[in-house]
């Protein structure tokens, strides 16, 4: 599975992005998908998944309510709605993608084999 992440970029604070994570190699409809977050100096962070038996969505409480994750898979996609934009919403944003993860375990980072190569975001003040 290789995943292509675009959709970053510079925006100012309130603004909104949409960053989607392309899957090739095989269909990953029955993939867990998620995407998380690494700001400089930080560990890498869960920000949303969904899980792969099309369960609901989980988010970190820091995104809960401007966030929003959806998954097209006719495309091999996934998705993030990102509204209401704050400034230590910057970073570099990985989509990770992975068969075996259950959604009790869908927010830890090491669980997932297959990554994006990550995608900046830069929100000012």
């Known amino acids: 599975v290789q995943l292509q992440a675009s959709g970053g970029g510079l925006v100012q604070a309130g603004g909104s992005l949409r960053l989607s994570c392309a899957a090739s190699?095989?269909?990953?409809?029955?993939?867990?998908m998620a995407w998380f977050r690494q700001a400089p100096g930080k560990e890498r962070e869960f920000v949303a998944g969904?899980?792969?038996?099309?369960?609901?969505?989980s988010y970190a409480n820091s995104v809960k309510g401007r966030f929003a994750i959806s998954r097209d898979n006719a495309k091999n996609t996934v998705y993030l709605q990102m509204n209401s934009l704050k400034p230590e919403d910057t970073a570099v944003y990985y989509c990770?993608?992975?068969?075996?993860?259950?959604?009790?375990?869908?927010?830890?980072?090491?669980?997932?084999?297959?990554w994006g190569q990550g995608t900046l975001v830069t929100v000012s003040s």
């Open positions: 969904v899980p792969r038996t099309g369960g609901r969505p």
């Open positions: 190699g095989r269909p990953f409809s029955s993939y867990a």
């Open positions: 990770a993608v992975d068969p075996s993860v259950i959604t009790s375990s869908m927010t830890m980072a090491a669980q997932y084999d297959h």
